[in-house]
T-cell receptor, first 118, second 113 residues
Framework: AQKITQTQPGMFVQEKEAVTLDCTYDTSDQSYGLFWYKQPSSGEMIFLIYQGSYDEQNATEGRYSLNFQKARKSANLVISASQLGDSAMCFCAMTFEGGSGNTGKLIFGQGTTLQVKP | NAGVMQNPRHLVRRRGQEARLRCSPMKGHSHVYWYRQLPEEGLKFMVYLQKENIIDESGMPKERFSAEFPKEGPSILRIQQVVRGDSAAYFC???????????FGQGTRLTVV
């Protein structure tokens, strides 16, 4: 069965510094997608970045990059130059092939609470 | 281009009542997903629908919960005879194709009193 593990319940980072949020996953599928979302205190889910399992280059989206290490089954999120507005619960998630092809169903980790200090 | 619209944003129901949660996907999106988030937890998949079809309901509780996505109108998540344990945030997401980015609505916070 597929599983996402986020081992950091909470992380603190100083404004303007970089931070890495850890995510490991478990799947026997060859084709899968890895996502990061953030959920600020207002409650909405905001997409940050996506990495496909066949993508050879690490994904980047502005200040966000995904450190994809396929052999280690890790998909860590790196946020450079943290901003106060980055404070949120951050979730790692994945989609997978399964028996019926990739249905787009997301499996989420437990989340990491990121707090950016001024 | 409006995003995924969920209503109501907040819903209070007494034990035993019915809760109806609505989700209008983004324009052009035919894939709809419902997730539940209990306090201090991640989102858990409930059901995946396409127009008039339930594709995967492996995360739906066996009783009291149902979902539909009719040909016309929003997707509906229906919870009959609600209990306190149903109190949670319910999120809807939509995508244009499977496996690509899913866009989330703002969620419906259900409180059962």
């Amino acid at each position: 069965a597929q599983k996402i593990t986020q081992t950091q319940p909470g992380m603190f980072v100083q404004e303007k510094e970089a931070v890495t949020l850890d995510c490991t996953y478990d799947t026997s599928d060859q084709s899968y997608g890895l996502f990061w979302y953030k959920q600020p205190s207002s409650g909405e889910m905001i997409f940050l970045i996506y990495q496909g399992s066949y993508d050879e280059q690490n994904a980047t989206e502005g200040r966000y990059s995904l450190n994809f290490q396929k052999a280690r089954k890790s998909a860590n999120l790196v946020i450079s130059a943290s901003q106060l507005g980055d404070s949120a619960m951050c979730f790692c998630a994945m989609t997978f092939e399964g028996g019926s092809g990739n249905t787009g169903k997301l499996i989420f980790g437990q989340g990491t609470t990121l707090q950016v200090k001024p | 281009n409006a995003g995924v619209m969920q209503n109501p944003r907040h819903l209070v129901r007494r034990r035993g009542q019915e809760a109806r949660l609505r989700c209008s996907p983004m324009k052009g999106h035919s894939h709809v997903y419902w997730y539940r988030q209990l306090p201090e937890e991640g989102l858990k998949f409930m059901v995946y629908l396409q127009k008039e079809n339930i594709i995967d309901e492996s995360g739906m509780p066996k009783e009291r919960f149902s979902a539909e996505f009719p040909k016309e109108g929003p997707s509906i998540l229906r919870i009959q005879q609600v209990v306190r344990g149903d109190s949670a945030a319910y999120f809807c997401a939509s995508s244009s194709t499977t496996g690509t980015e899913a866009f989330f609505g703002q969620g419906t916070r259900l409180t059962v009193v």
